[in-house]
């Protein structure tokens, strides 16, 4: 699941927005950002780990896309993740040149120039990507006539809400809770035909997380799984290694010493056919 290009998608498409007269402070989940006069702004296409807010000046010519989150490993991945898999279907029009290191509001920043079509419109501008830890951004700042005036002032004003981001590192149990929620969200379904995730169960006392996978047809049908699952545990293993980094609900209980378990059973049923258990050290 990719929670990150699902909202960058959307909040770059905003183009109504709400109007604001004066500098004003414009709070998300995660972050703040000011801002500046003339510009109205659509605030939060947000998750629990994710949030992006989109401001445009009232004349139209400027847009400029503030995006945050939780869990990444670098500016320059989520740079690279936001031009090869977003930009280019959101805005294909815009041409992107190879990134290159700036200072920028004081930090250290990537930035990449761009120009291109975007609504039918010439467009120039730049892309930013910088952390403010815990936090990665990029920001997507195109107009008319070049990158926005305002744009150094929004970046200089992004701060992470701290009260928030205490909550979540609060303690291991209580980060583990507010990913897996999150999971649930998304990953959770009702299908009689498909195997699919039909439960996610945490334990914080055993130290496991239980996907339970919902499995269709009968048991004749698994008369096999169970031998199979355990002749094929070591290679899968292999698997969740390759990618466990790339989904926080995965690599954040493994920090933490949370083994991954999946049970497989019946749809419709609590009839278990198999399970597979791995240990943060099996995976890691």
Known sequence: MNFFNKAFLLIVSVMLLTACDNTHHVNTQLFSLDTPTGYLDEPAEENEIISAVSISSID???????????????????????????????????????????TVAGMETLVADCDGTAE?????????????????????????????????K?????????????????????????????????????????????????????????????????????ADLAENVAANHRETAGSLHDGYTDDPSLSVPLRHGYSICYEYVLYGTDKVIATDTFTPEEIM
């Open 120 to 152: 039918g419109e010439t467009v120039s501008g730049k892309i930013y990507a910088f952390t403010r830890p815990p936090l990665t951004f990029v920001v997507l700042a195109i107009g008319t006539k070049g990158t926005p005036d305002a744009t150094e």
């Open 154 to 222: 929004v970046i200089a004003s992004i701060t992470p809400n701290k009260e928030y981001l205490d909550s979540i590192f609060a303690s291991p149990e209580a980060e583990v809770d507010l990913l897996i929620n999150l999971a649930r969200k998304n990953g959770i379904t009702d299908n009689s035909e498909e195997i699919d995730i039909a439960e996610i169960r945490t334990d914080h006392v055993g130290r496991k997380i239980t996907y339970v996978m919902s499995l269709p047809g009968t048991a004749d049908d698994y």
């Open 60 to 102: 139209g010519n400027n847009v400029i896309v503030t995006f945050g989150a939780l869990y990444q490993d670098s500016a320059e991945s989520l740079l690279s993740m936001q031009i090869n898999e977003n930009f280019s279907t959101s805005i294909p029009g815009l041409n992107i040149g190879a990134p290159h290191t700036a």
